[in-house]
């Protein structure tokens, strides 16, 4: 006696094209958390913590993240200003939508200062920018996966 599916070929990759899709927008929910989590991070250091100087809040206003899925831009942070920082806002956005197609494989979340200085406070200054939220992202990120592994 013959197994005979219940389903069509076409009704199953329909299934498995909703589950993926849900799969999918829950690791895009878990990373908006974690970016969310290390921008925070990053804009709350103070210089006692190792942090610069907040003086016009470009800077700091210009520290975001995006969400990638095979190169397009489906989350981005709200790069709100701090102080009068509406120009490191900006720059933050454009920063990060000119990142769109450079991971074109899987979701990607890139967390970013989009100010063109970013890179000289830190390295030069040796302030933290955006380096210690780095910390913070690998943190969850092992948590996530962790988690991920024990539904398996």
Known sequence: ???????????LKKELMVETNRIEQT?????????????????SLTP????FTNRT??????IGFAIFNKGTLVRISSFSSVKNGSNGAAMGKT????????????????VVAGAD??????????KDVISG????????????SKFIKSLA
């Open 1 to 11: 006696m013959a197994i005979k599916p219940q389903f069509t070929e076409q009704e």
């Open 27 to 43: 690791i895009i929910n878990r990373f908006a958390y974690i970016g969310e989590k290390a921008v925070s991070y990053a804009r």
């Open 48 to 51: 006692s913590e190792g942090s």
């Open 57 to 62: 809040g470009i800077l700091r206003s210009s």
């Open 95 to 110: 920063f990060v939508k000119s990142l769109s197609g450079l991971a074109n494989k899987g979701i990607v979340l890139a």
């Open 117 to 126: 200085y970013a890179f000289y406070v830190e390295s030069i200054y040796n």
């Open 133 to 144: 939220s780095e910390l913070v992202t690998k943190k969850e990120l092992v948590k996530f």
